[in-house]
């Protein structure tokens, strides 16, 4: 069974900086896209940031210059760098990855989510 455990989330005054895990655990053959998405409340989620297998990276304008997506492909796992924060930035961050398990079809993938909160 294939599982995303995100870590790193926490409290940060504006202008701080948190760094965002994702591991991808389970019986995982490949890993394509994975990306950062969050929520705030009230509000849709969306996509903070996207990276691929081969490292091409996208990003949400209102996070652009700010945040960097990165992965080690060796350890399943990709991370959010979130520098300059701002209190707008405050949403349950959730890790999501398209994912082809070692016995049946690629599916895409949640984490739990981890809260970020941005205040001073």
């Known amino acids: 069974q294939v599982q995303l455990v995100e870590s790193g989330g926490g409290l940060v005054q504006p202008g701080g900086s948190l760094r965002l895990s994702c591991a991808a655990s389970g019986s995982i053959f490949s890993i394509y896209a994975m990306g950062w998405y969050r929520q705030a409340p009230g509000k849709q989620r969306e996509l903070v940031a996207v990276i691929t297998s081969g490292g091409s990276t996208n990003y949400a304008d209102s996070v652009k210059g700010r945040f960097t997506i990165s992965r080690v492909n060796a350890k399943n796992t990709v991370y959010l760098q979130m520098n300059s924060l701002k209190p707008e930035d405050t949403a349950v961050y959730s890790c999501?990855?398209?994912?082809?398990?070692?016995?049946?079809?690629?599916?895409?993938?949640w984490g739990q989510g981890t809260q970020v909160t941005v205040s001073s």
């Open positions: 999501n990855a398209d994912i082809l398990p070692r016995a049946g079809q690629v599916g895409n993938y």
